[in-house]
């Protein structure tokens, strides 16, 4: 265990911004697109996975390769773009960042050009020591080379960090950095799944700072 101060990393997407709704109808535009089905949000929560490419392969029932996962990658993000501005913070959110006693930071595998004013706009940038998204021009991939980059530019040692977020897949970038997660059932991955995977799960944001809190 680090003996440095405990650090939090949030999520973005599913986790301090409530936007499900929005991801499944994006998520279904893509599709569409290709003659694929329609997925429920409890369909999508209990699929969902990183890399995209394979759920979308999953749900597509055919080889999504990548010049097929930018088609279908580039649809999505307009029509998420298109319908952002419906968007609310989790209920909790603010009171949640606001009982961490520590530094804060924000990681999403969102586009960080459009992450950035994001953050702003909701009032939420003076929160975090450091925010980052995607830099690339392709979402989709795992997480955990990301939290990487991201705890190697704040200068924060793994093993003193905990990340809040709603997939397997943060979980899995905390375990790879050294780090812990508490997930939080509110988000993209059915509860259930969560539970499962053995890591510490909370059904309210506030109820995964005090989870993170009790880590250390």
Same mark, same amino acid.
């Given at each position: 265990?680090?003996?440095?101060?405990?650090?939090?990393?949030?999520?973005?997407?599913?986790?301090?911004?409530?936007?499900?709704?929005?991801?499944?109808?994006?998520?279904?535009?893509?599709?569409?697109?290709?003659?694929?089905? =329609? #997925?429920?949000? +409890?369909?999508?929560?209990?699929?969902? *996975?990183?890399?995209? &490419? %394979?759920?979308?392969? !999953?749900?597509?029932?055919?080889?999504?390769?990548?010049?097929?996962?930018?088609?279908?990658?580039?649809?999505?993000?307009?029509?998420?773009?298109?319908?952002?501005?419906?968007?609310?913070?989790?209920?909790?959110?603010?009171?949640?960042?606001?009982?961490?006693?520590?530094?804060?930071?924000?990681?999403?595998?969102?586009?960080?050009?459009?992450?950035?004013?994001?953050?702003?706009?909701?009032?939420?940038?003076?929160?975090?020591?450091?925010?980052?998204?995607?830099?690339? =021009? #392709?979402?989709? +991939?795992?997480?955990?080379?990301?939290? *990487?980059?991201?705890? &190697? %530019?704040?200068?924060? !040692?793994?093993?003193?960090?905990?990340?809040?977020?709603?997939?397997?897949?943060?979980?899995?970038?905390?375990?790879?950095?050294?780090?812990?997660?508490?997930?939080?059932?509110?988000?993209?991955?059915?509860?259930?799944?969560?539970?499962?995977?053995?890591?510490?799960?909370?059904?309210?944001?506030?109820?995964?700072?005090?989870?993170?809190?009790?880590?250390?």
């Amino acid at each position: 265990m680090s003996s440095a101060r405990p650090h939090l990393v949030w999520d973005w997407n599913g986790t301090l911004l409530n936007d499900l709704s929005l991801v499944v109808a994006s998520t279904n535009a893509a599709f569409a697109s290709v003659g694929g089905p =329609t #997925v429920t949000a +409890d369909e999508h929560r209990v699929r969902f *996975r990183r890399p995209i &490419a %394979e759920y979308y392969a !999953d749900v597509l029932g055919q080889a999504v390769d990548e010049e097929a996962f930018g088609r279908l990658d580039r649809i999505f993000h307009d029509a998420y773009r298109s319908g952002l501005t419906t968007c609310e913070l989790a209920a909790d959110a603010r009171t949640a960042m606001a009982a961490w006693p520590g530094d804060q930071s924000l990681l999403s595998m969102w586009f960080h050009d459009e992450l950035v004013p994001t953050v702003h706009g909701y009032g939420l940038a003076e929160h975090f020591l450091r925010v980052d998204g995607l830099r690339g =021009t #392709v979402g989709g +991939d795992r997480k955990a080379e990301s939290l *990487r980059k991201h705890l &190697a %530019e704040l200068g924060v !040692d793994g093993g003193s960090v905990v990340l809040i977020g709603d997939s397997i897949d943060d979980a899995d970038a905390a375990t790879d950095v050294g780090g812990r997660a508490v997930l939080y059932a509110g988000g993209f991955t059915d509860p259930a799944r969560l539970r499962a995977s053995g890591h510490p799960v909370a059904d309210t944001l506030t109820e995964a700072v005090t989870l993170a809190r009790s880590l250390f």
